[in-house]
């Protein structure tokens, strides 16, 4: 995950953005140890278009969340330390795979049903659980009806057969 790091100074208005910085010391902290990161140059393609001097790509080796803060300190003329300093909450997950039919396809005949299930995907956002919920896209709705069913781990699905015909979901 790149995240956009931006540092903005003052000269005069609007303010302005510098257009590198991943050569500064910047320090980093994750609240989780699953979670490591580092400072790379922007991959934005042009100045103009630039929104970041820098990018902070984080990556997870375990399912989990974590509080990333990105830090730089510097001496001002006298000598006193300023520390600029920003956090954001990010999160991983297993990416979204079919277990039941394993293949992801399926074939069904007109008025029949059968239960697709996949594991994995994001998980409810943990700042804001109450937030969490499922988007279930179906190519073409006349050619089946998608009811959730329960499931402790999975995703489930009833799938019921309208017409003859493909579609995605």
């Given at each position: ?103 992801g396809e399926t074939v069904l005949a007109i008025d029949s049903d059968r239960l697709v299930a ?17 988007d279930l896209q179906i190519g073409d709705q006349t050619l089946v009806t998608v009811t959730p069913v329960s499931h402790n ?17």
């Amino acid at each position: 995950l790149a995240l956009p790091l931006n540092l903005l100074f003052s000269a005069g208005i609007p303010l302005m953005s510098f257009t590198s910085c991943a050569s500064l010391p910047f320090t980093s902290f994750h609240s989780d140890s699953a979670f490591t990161s580092s400072i790379t140059p922007s991959t934005q393609a042009t100045p103009s278009t630039q929104v970041s001097c820098a990018e902070v790509e984080v990556d997870s080796s375990l399912v989990s969340h974590s509080k990333v803060t990105v830090s730089w300190s510097y001496p001002t003329e006298t000598g006193e330390k300023v520390t600029l300093e920003d956090s954001v909450v990010v999160a991983s997950y297993s990416p979204l795979v079919p277990t039941s039919p394993v293949t992801g396809e399926t074939v069904l005949a007109i008025d029949s049903d059968r239960l697709v299930a996949w594991t994995g995907g994001p998980q409810a956002w943990p700042l804001k659980p109450a937030n969490y919920f499922k988007d279930l896209q179906i190519g073409d709705q006349t050619l089946v009806t998608v009811t959730p069913v329960s499931h402790n781990s999975l995703h489930v699905y009833k799938v019921t057969c309208l017409a003859i015909g493909d579609t995605k979901i």
